[in-house]
């Protein structure tokens, strides 16, 4: 069964500074892969995805993931953090069996926390 | 606003009550899924729907618990004889495309909270 694990539950970075979220992935099959923002009180926010295409994935607020096949990993990045990017970070895989019905399989999340 | 919306967004009951939530996906939306997500934790798959047909259901999903989407529009989800470990965030999601490249939209989630 496909899982994802998320290395720290919080991140604490300056505004300005780098910005980099871990997640590994297990799956029997080539993944997708996709990170959701939650912001307090609110849904998850879909930040970008991986189906098999570019390895660099660009997603939307300046944020970017790498997936790595050798080294089972889908991290997130941002160069240059805001305080607005103050959220909790889900990495996620699809469980897509047959039939065109997708579960999405969630890591415990992170906390990123930005400081002026 | 053409989000998916959930209904109530809180939700404060006494432990042996029923409770029902109500989610309306993006309109034209064929597909709708159901979470819960307990206090740092991630969300957890409950069910999902194709149209009206509800296709898959976690083992998460006890008998207390029954999901319809009449007509494929709107979703309700209902807990029967309410327990504290029921306790949790409710999110709905809805997409179009089939397959793993779609992707799901979330509403803002219903915070039941049993006492």
């Known amino acids: 069964a496909q899982s994802v694990t998320q290395l720290g539950s919080h991140v604490s970075v300056s505004e300005g500074a780098l910005v980099l979220l871990r997640c590994n992935y297990s799956s029997s099959v080539p993944p997708y892969l996709f990170w959701y923002v939650q912001y307090p009180n609110q849904g998850l926010q879909l930040l970008l995805k991986?189906?098999?295409?570019?390895?660099l994935v660009k997603g939307i607020n300046g944020f970017e993931a790498e997936f790595k096949k050798s080294e089972t990993s889908f991290h997130l990045t941002k160069p240059s953090a805001h305080m607005r990017d103050a959220a909790e970070y889900f990495c996620a895989v699809s469980d897509h069996p047959g039939g065109g019905f997708q579960k999405l399989v969630f890591g415990t999340g992170t906390r990123l926390l930005v400081s002026p | 606003d053409t989000g998916v919306s959930q209904n109530p967004r809180h939700k404060i009951t006494k432990r042996g009550q029923n409770v029902t939530f109500r989610c309306d996906p993006i309109s034209e939306h064929n597909r709708l899924y159901w979470y819960r997500q307990t206090l740092g934790q991630g969300p957890e798959f409950l069910t999902y729907f194709q149209n009206e047909a509800q296709l898959e259901k976690s083992r998460l999903l006890s008998d207390r618990f029954s999901a319809e989407r009449p007509k494929g529009s709107f979703s309700t989800l209902e807990i029967q004889r309410t327990e504290q470990g029921d306790s949790a965030m409710y999110l709905c999601?809805?997409?179009?495309?089939?397959?793993?490249?779609?992707?799901?939209?979330f509403g803002p989630g219903t915070r039941l909270t049993v006492l």
């Open positions: 991986y189906t098999s295409a570019a390895t």
């Open positions: 999601a809805s997409s179009s495309v089939s397959g793993a490249r779609s992707e799901q939209f």
